[in-house]
């Protein structure tokens, strides 16, 4: 533990760019087609909704593979550019951190500006599931969300995991042709 390595300068930098994306895909994936996110609400708003078409979960898939591909490459580019000029310190353990705390970056901002501001505070009207307006207001408070933020977790450790082991191998390719030239 004496050796961690933390580049906070890094990961607000990242955090805010990858944080500013991830709000994007949510809000135009709420625009273009809410339903997408049903399956994170409570049973009782799920139950309310019914049946869900066919073609949503195409739209649910392109959702869900964006968001893992920027909860991938962000933490990746990041460890990356902080370790490649510092390969000694690139171990598994800094990597895992560094890109851990990128990700729950991100997850703090969702919490507070996705889910708390804009959805349960300003309550635009694309982010409501017609019919079910009323049971969503009941069940997803901020409560549900900072428990969902908690529940999160062990998929940030397990996103950081694969970016980080990404960069290692990387970082290590990257400094053996460094020294061989």
């Not at 135009?28 to 049973?43: G, Q, R």
């Not at 593979?65 to 171990?91: E, K, W």
């Not at 349960?120 to 900072?146: C, S």
Request: charged share 15%; with cysteine; glycine share 4%.
């Amino acid at each position: 533990m004496k050796n961690t390595f933390i580049a906070w300068q890094s990961i607000l930098n990242y955090g805010l760019v990858l944080s500013i994306l991830f709000t994007a895909v949510v809000l135009i994936s709420y625009i273009v087609e809410p339903l997408v996110w049903a399956a994170d609400f409570p049973e009782e708003v799920q139950q309310q909704i019914g049946e869900i078409s066919p073609d949503v979960f195409p739209k649910a898939l392109v959702v869900m593979f964006t968001i893992l591909g920027l909860m991938i490459v962000f933490p990746f580019l990041m460890t990356c550019s902080i370790f490649r000029d510092q390969p000694n310190r690139a171990s598994f353990w800094n990597l895992l951190l560094n890109a851990f705390l990128l990700l729950n970056f991100m997850n703090l901002f969702d919490v507070i500006v996705v889910d708390i501001l804009i959805f349960n505070i300003i309550q635009p009207d694309f982010m409501w599931i017609k019919g079910a307006e009323d049971y969503i207001r009941e069940h997803v408070t901020p409560t549900f969300h900072f428990i969902a933020f908690f529940k999160g977790q062990p998929y940030m450790l397990t996103t950081s995991a694969i970016a980080a082991g990404i960069s290692k191998v990387i970082v290590n390719r990257s400094f053996k042709k460094t020294t061989q030239v």
